[in-house]
């Protein structure tokens, strides 16, 4: 089972490792997992304090944005991620 949404993770993988175009699915879970440790806690932080419910997609799309984020810090990757998901997804 993974944590994030399975092709979400894949396009996250996909962009940080563009030569590998042949994965395998334990890779996959791994990659998932590696994500979840070091992203989910933030994330959840984050979005609550971004007003973006946190479900399963929402979360899966921050993870996908935060690892597009050229910062180092986790924290700093995470408000990328929220500020670009509010933009693209206004709120009422």
Same mark, same amino acid.
């Given at each position: 089972m993974?944590?994030?949404n399975r092709n979400m993770v894949l396009?996250?993988?996909r962009a940080v490792h563009p030569d590998n175009l042949e994965v395998e699915e334990g890779t996959i879970?791994?990659?998932d997992a590696d994500l979840f440790a070091r992203y989910d806690e933030e994330?959840?932080?984050q979005a609550a304090q971004g007003n973006i419910p946190i479900n399963d997609f929402n979360l899966s799309m921050l993870v996908l944005? =935060? !690892?597009r984020s050229g910062a180092k810090?986790? =924290? !700093?990757r995470v408000?990328?991620?929220v500020r670009f998901f509010r933009?693209?997804?206004?709120?009422?």
């Open positions: 993974f944590h994030y396009a996250a993988y879970r791994n990659f994330l959840r932080v944005f =935060a !690892t810090l986790v =924290a !700093t408000r990328h991620a933009s693209v997804h206004p709120q009422p």
